[in-house]
């Protein structure tokens, strides 16, 4: 069951994500070939030198403890050069460590940033100085590319411009985290460890795959993947979906190329219609002859706007039927046009639908240079009982609608539709991905672009698709029960993948284990360190 506070918390911020879309195609194919070597511990040990060099740029003594500011390139420019934006080209960090060590040993925790979290000072009043003063722990905190001292200019707050911008994001993460650990070993500090919440913890699990050696890691309040969090969780709320479809069907690359290029340890992402296929497949033909009907369209337009002045208006109440097509001939037959108020309106009453034969589906799709729904015959005109079957078979020439449009909506649970393909093609004999998203989807073109959100969330973020930390069993895991945020529901078990870790639960979700178990986090921390010091210090 989602928290009610996780619910009505996202509901009153105002921070959106994605504002500007998926990000470019070719950086997204360049992004999932990188995956494939940063999540092998092997080859992304080999992407950060031993001696990368950190500069300490200040020194703070605060009585009992020392906090050191340091800064460095990050390594991420050197292996993906243009996809991170010059403000977050340098990595920045505070050590926070204590003048006198309780034993030999100098355990240091590196700390990773959740959304939102700008800056270092509430990870270091929340979690690194009581952690310090009840565990004798220090910690670095590291600032996140995009955010705080790294964030771009035209960045409003945490709102990142493009989905491929997160796994910019994490890519730095995992090698500025080594760097880190091996300048932290190089002044003499450990055993070591990493933690974050939300997704700083995700983050943080990332990272733990990249280091060859025992590692204390904790992450909080998240889970296997990202992709349920922005598909299932009530952050999805906050995303632009129908921008993001719009920009999936206008460039075939995302969905021929892309969506065959991912993996998913979850499986494989059914489609439940052809029409879309085909437009994809004729694109940019596909679009030319669209704006082509779009100018035929014109002395149509005005001819129906004669014929509405001269309906009586005792007929016009008994109508509203949306038709087929619109054609010349047709609107001598016009009883009533409505005309919605804005174009998101027109569209929600022209979504996807699926015929009763339980054939393919029609369509209904805006792009953002003019109003596709007209140009493709869903206008809201009635067509009239002496219309030549020529005039009807016209529809059938139209580039999106192939198919006759029978009802306004879908009309069974999606998963019970029967799909007319998979993506990726390659994944025919892994298992079926079932979930329910977190907003309503009405049509199947918005719903594939949310199994393919689901997908490159899946790709970039599964631990699936990563290495095993050196040892599984220092891992300790807090999760929310009823966490809305990061749901795991249908998830791959994290459990699983990392055989050996532990999981603590704790009967509430997110939003108040955020706000009232920093406790609880600090104590994982300590039991982990513990778990490192018994098997590799004792």
Known sequence: MVSRVDQIYRSILLTKFFVRGWGKPENLRRLFAFRKIISNRETCQQLVDKNHPITITKEVDNGDHIIWEAEFMSPFVDHLPGLLPKESEKAAFQLVFPKVWRTHLKPTCLHLAGTGDHGFWRRKMLMVKPL??????????????????????????????????????????????LAIFH?????????????????????????????HKPLAVVPCLSWTTASQCFTQGVLSGAINWEMLKNQYFSNEVFREDLFNMIQSPEGHFPVYHEVGLKFARDFPGSLSHVERLME???????????????????????????????????????????????????????????????????????????????????????????????????????????????????????????????????????????????????????????????????????????????????????????????????????????????????????????????????????????????????
């Not at 565990?135 to 771009?152: D, T």
């Not at 919605?340 to 339980?358: K, R």
């Open 132 to 177: 310090l003063d009840e565990s004798g722990i220090a910690s670095a905190i590291l600032e996140n590319p995009f955010y705080g001292c790294r964030k771009p200019k035209d960045q409003l707050r945490s709102s990142l411009h493009n989905v491929s911008d997160l796994f910019v994001m994490g890519g730095c993460l995992i090698l500025e985290s």
């Open 183 to 211: 300048w932290l070993e190089r002044m003499g500090f450990g055993p070591l460890g990493i933690t974050g919440i939300s997704m700083g913890g995700h983050m943080a699990s990332a990272a733990a795959i990249g280091w």
């Open 296 to 538: 035929d369209q014109g002395q149509e337009r005005k001819s129906a706007k004669v014929c509405e002045n001269s309906i009586d208006k005792n007929e016009k109440n008994n109508s509203g039927v949306i038709s087929d097509s619109i054609d010349a001939q047709s609107t001598r037959n016009i009883s009533k046009m409505e005309r919605p108020d804005t174009i998101s309106q027109y569209y929600a009453n022209t979504v996807h639908s699926v015929a009763s034969s339980g054939g393919p589906l029609s369509i209904s799709l805006s792009l953002p240079r003019f109003n596709i729904l007209q140009t493709l015959g869903f206008s809201k005109l009635k067509i009239g009982k002496g219309q030549s079957s020529q005039d009807k078979s016209s529809v059938s020439n139209n580039v999106l609608v192939g198919f006759r449009n029978t009802k306004s909506k879908i009309s069974k649970p999606i998963h019970e539709l029967t799909p007319v393909g998979i993506r990726p093609k390659k994944s025919m004999n892994t298992r079926t991905v079932k979930f329910e998203p977190y907003m309503q989807v009405k049509d199947t073109l918005t719903w594939e672009a949310v199994q393919f959100m689901r997908g490159v969330m899946d790709e970039c973020t599964h631990l699936g698709n990563f290495s095993v930390p050196v040892d599984p069993s220092l891992v300790i895991i807090v999760a929310a029960e009823n966490d809305g945020y990061m749901p795991r529901d249908g998830i791959i078990p994290l459990t699983e993948i990392w055989p050996g870790s532990e999981v603590r639960t704790l009967r509430t979700g997110h939003v108040t284990a955020y706000l009232f178990n920093h406790q609880v986090f600090r104590k994982a921390i300590k039991d982990s360190f513990d778990k490192v010091i018994t098997k590799y210090y004792s």
